[in-house]
């Protein structure tokens, strides 16, 4: 398998909205309301996608796609994005907002790919610590436990009018704890 990683632009916003959408459903079921996660449209998220891309560099974040080529075809199958951690309760400095990879490819390795290469951004930014938002029933915070993450953080959010537990998992050196 021929993966490439590279930074989004704007043309990707729905091979993006499709990943984000299709990958919720399968992700988050059983966790995510169903009628929440049948409700979201592709098409209505393609301008939010769009417009974050465009506002990458004003919001000084990064995304990343990772592509797979044939000698045929180049297919989008996953992307990442990060950028300045929000969470006022701590000062963090790097936020791992999104990670996410079409079911077919997980376990491939895609995963690391996406991840480090939000983490060689951060560390290009000098940023030493950093948070990433899971919700707590996601098997993904097995991914983050490999990565070299400590469940620290907790919080409550609310989808389709259920509360779920989110863990905030926490790297306190990324430059001596992830390894590329
Ligand atoms: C979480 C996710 C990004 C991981 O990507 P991936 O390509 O499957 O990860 P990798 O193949 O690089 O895996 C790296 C390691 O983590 C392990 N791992 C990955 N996902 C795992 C899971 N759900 N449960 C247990 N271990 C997991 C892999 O087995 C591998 O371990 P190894 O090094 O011992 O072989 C991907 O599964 C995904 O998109 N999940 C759905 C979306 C999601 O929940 N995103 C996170 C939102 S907070």
């Known amino acids: 398998m021929n993966v490439s990683i590279r930074k989004a632009v ?3 916003a729905s091979a993006i909205a499709s ?3 299709n990958t919720w459903k399968v992700a988050y ?3 995510i309301p169903q009628d929440y996660l049948d409700s979201r449209s592709i ?3 393609i301008p939010a ?3 974050r891309i465009r506002n990458l560099g004003k919001n000084k974040k990064e995304m990343f796609v990772a592509e797979i080529s ?3 075809r180049t297919d989008i199958v996953g992307f990442s994005m990060g950028g300045r951690s929000s969470y006022d309760d701590y000062d963090i400095d790097g936020d791992l907002n999104a990670i996410y990879i079409l079911p077919k490819y997980w376990k491939q390795g895609i995963g690391t790919l996406l991840f480090n290469a939000i983490v060689k ?3 290009d930014m000098n940023y030493k610590t950093m948070v990433i938002w899971a919700l707590k029933d996601n098997s993904a915070c097995n991914f983050y436990l490999k990565m070299g993450g400590i469940p620290k ?3 409550t959010l609310t989808y389709g009018g259920k509360k779920l537990d989110a863990l905030g998992f926490f790297w306190e050196n990324i430059h001596s704890q992830i390894k590329f």
């Open 10 to 12: 704007v043309s990707d």
């Open 19 to 21: 990943i984000n959408i």
């Open 29 to 31: 079921k059983g966790i």
């Open 43 to 45: 098409v209505d998220k």
């Open 49 to 51: 996608w769009s417009q």
């Open 70 to 72: 044939s000698q045929y």
């Open 121 to 123: 951004s951060f560390l």
């Open 153 to 155: 953080f907790h919080k």
